[in-house]
């Protein structure tokens, strides 16, 4: 157990070790024990064996029986402890502090800060008991308050302890005083009264200046004027205290107020006591007045040490790090601000911020204002909604898109949450606007033409093209996820000596990053697109890109490849052309043609739901795609697919060789014999 880490963790925090030999205790065995111990003095359990004596070898049967602690050495732990324990006692008994009471600083603040006046007076017609008598006070209170409507929350200080505790539970087994308390409860029941009882010393309480023929008092200092709600929270619990403690604390209260917002903890108050036991009494290394670790100081203690401790002019320091992973973590938080609303992404952002200035200034023209119509509380909803319907037909007559509508709604939301779900009249227009405009999803891109522009983007000499394209086929990936990776983000097997099958690219910003996982990974594990990889980018640097120019010319490289198969290239042709957006839903919906796992599909897609991988996986279009381009176009793929081995093998030859991409087309035109 010594070389465990919450062993070593128990020293570092100022725990103690010793071991100690059982043959000194009465053992036949030399068999040695370690103990650990925190607030003890564990030094005099120490003994090492004297080299006087004999001992049986630990061996066979006697193995397991010498592990038992001997009659002498658990003779000697409980006196060990009985000793500690008597020790502690003693300190306590002689440096222990008597503090319960029935006084509060609150109470004592209010009965002396603020300004009391007689409201009314009357003669008791025959003597009773003292408490029966406040108990009667408090009924002609509550009568009083009944009269002039009752529903209230009624705080009363008293100077009975007895009466202030029959209060609080409204009963009381002395039978004087129990017609008294049910008369009081009958009346709090029937007028909706509610009674916080508190104890105010008859010193102080400025209801026994007049049965005395006294003057009230002035008014003092008020300790609890313009304190904070947490503040007044800590002075209400300085309670239970006696007489002399209680004037202590005020005049501590009233040299440093601000001692209130001071969050106790009780790390920062471990410490020696401020009065040291007798050497006789076995010093210990906790402190009593403070208890053992988990048990807080006293409040009182803290207060009329603060006299000392804290000054009398400034706060005292609070937001102090409890730890260092505190510490660690406002480091790393530096800089950052937690804005409103859902976190988007920056362009996101942006263009809500843009469609909301463009709806506040419409609906200005139209007679409103913003700040009355979404900001007011509550805000005018069936007016927004109206609003936001004209607003959308405006914009569907002006030819403009879908998301200018939908963003602008989104926008609203995020200013203003509470109308998320009261906007339903203007989401059912967006609904019914993208009815007649339905979305139309990227075609899928069939396995044979990615061979196809692979051997195309071969034959020209494009390896960066060729991975690119088989990267974001193969592996499920979004263009842009290809295109802003660096070649350190991209693991081949080639970079851990092919101990894997397969490649890895990391994600540094996931589009779903603020959804699901925040750590994404396109995984790639056809072996012919590997090899397509590791040619265009197993030579790059670890800084470099992927893919070194814009996704422009990406782009207009893809187009050019499409034109020179033969297939659809231009927005306008017949079917749809194929784009870098095709690779994706193509690579899909070939892994769900190979593995008939949906499950599989969505984790390598990293789509949040089955939902939304279903917009992806389309079968019958791609499978048809090849049917419906010209006969020319599609004899051409079939073409290039054929001629992808050879191809493929010559390739495999150059970058071995070395060969620079741009002789590939040279070399690939010449004839099986002058190449060798």
């Not at 003994?47 to 049986?56: E, L, Q, T, W, Y």
């Not at 009494?281 to 603060?306: K, N, Q, V």
């Not at 909604?385 to 963003?407: C, D, Q, T």
């Not at 290039?640 to 081995?645: G, N, Y």
Request: charged share 20%.
């Amino acid at each position: 157990m010594r070389w465990l880490a919450e062993w070593r963790s128990l020293l570092e925090m100022g725990a103690r070790e010793v071991w100690l030999s059982s043959c000194m205790y009465g053992s036949i065995h030399q068999k040695e024990f370690a103990f650990i111990g925190a607030n003890m003095q564990v030094q005099w359990l120490h003994r090492a064996c004297s080299r006087d004596h004999h001992h049986v070898k630990i061996e066979g049967a006697w193995t397991k029986a010498s592990a038992v602690y001997c009659e002498g050495l658990a003779w000697t732990l409980a006196q060990f402890f009985r000793d500690h324990l008597q020790a502690r006692k003693s300190f306590e008994e002689r440096v222990s502090l008597r503090a319960a009471g029935l006084e509060d600083a609150l109470c004592n603040d209010l009965c002396l800060g603020l300004e009391w006046r007689v409201v009314d007076d009357w003669f008791w017609r025959f003597p009773v008991h003292i408490n029966v008598l406040e108990a009667q006070a408090v009924l002609r209170l509550l009568r009083r308050l009944a009269y002039d409507g009752g529903d209230l929350r009624v705080p009363l200080m008293v100077d009975s302890q007895v009466v202030r505790c029959c209060l609080t539970r409204g009963r009381s087994s002395a039978a004087s005083l129990r017609g008294v308390m049910k008369k009081i409860a009958s009346v709090a029941l029937a007028f909706g009264l509610y009674v916080g009882a508190r104890f105010a010393p008859t010193r102080l309480n400025p209801a026994d200046y007049p049965t005395r023929c006294s003057r009230l008092p002035a008014r003092c200092r008020l300790i609890s004027k313009g304190l904070s709600a947490a503040a007044l929270t800590h002075l209400a619990s300085v309670c239970q205290l006696r007489r002399w403690i209680s004037n202590w604390c005020r005049l501590v209260l009233l040299l440093h107020p601000n001692i209130l917002d001071f969050r106790l903890d009780v790390s920062c108050f471990r410490s020696y006591p401020l009065l040291p036991a007798l050497e006789s009494e076995w010093t210990l290394d906790f402190d009593s007045t403070l208890g053992y670790p988990g048990e807080g100081p006293h409040l009182l203690w803290i207060l009329l040490c603060s006299v000392v401790a804290l000054p009398v002019r400034g706060a005292p320091p609070v937001g102090v790090s409890r730890s260092h992973g505190d510490d660690l973590r406002k480091k790393q938080r530096a800089g950052i601000v937690l804005d409103d609303g859902r976190r988007v992404t920056k362009n996101t952002s942006l263009t809500r911020e843009w469609l909301l200035d463009r709806f506040v200034k419409w609906i200005e023209g139209k007679g409103h204002s913003f700040q009355t119509v979404v900001m007011a509380s509550p805000p005018e909803t069936d007016l927004l909604n109206a609003l936001l319907v004209e607003f959308g037909r405006s914009l569907f007559e002006e030819g403009k898109p879908y998301y200018h509508f939908s963003e602008t709604i989104n926008s609203i939301t995020s200013k203003r949450p509470l109308v998320r779900r009261s906007l339903q009249q203007a989401w059912d227009l967006a609904f019914m606007w993208g009815s007649h405009e339905p979305a139309e999803h990227h075609v899928a891109m069939p396995f044979q033409i990615l061979v196809a522009l692979i051997s195309a983007a071969w034959y020209w000499g494009w390896e960066r093209e060729a991975a690119v394209f088989a990267l974001a086929w193969g592996a499920l990936l979004r263009i842009g996820e290809v295109v802003e990776a660096l070649r350190a983000d991209l693991i081949l097997p080639s970079d851990v000596s092919y101990t894997n099958s397969f490649a890895l690219l990391r994600i540094l910003e996931p589009k779903t990053r603020f959804r699901a996982a925040r750590h994404q990974a396109g995984k790639l594990e056809h072996a012919d697109l590997l090899y397509v990889v590791q040619i265009g980018f197993g030579k790059l640097k670890p800084w470099e890109r992927l893919w070194p120019l814009s996704s422009s010319t990406l782009r207009s490289r893809l187009s050019k490849l499409l034109t020179k198969l033969g297939l659809p290239s231009k927005p306008q042709d017949s079917p749809k052309p194929m784009t870098l957006a095709s690779f994706r839903p193509g690579g899909a919906t070939h892994l769900m043609n190979l593995t008939e796992s949906a499950e599989l599909v969505r984790r390598r897609g990293r789509w949040a739901s089955f939902r939304i991988m279903e917009i992806y996986l389309q079968e019958v279009s791609a499978s048809t795609y090849l049917n419906l381009v010209a006969p020319q176009a599609k004899q051409n793929v079939l073409l290039a697919c054929a001629v992808f081995p050879v191809i493929f093998k010559q390739v495999m030859k150059f970058s071995a060789s070395k060969i620079p991409p741009s002789a590939w087309f040279f070399l690939l035109t010449q004839p099986a014999k002058r190449r060798q």
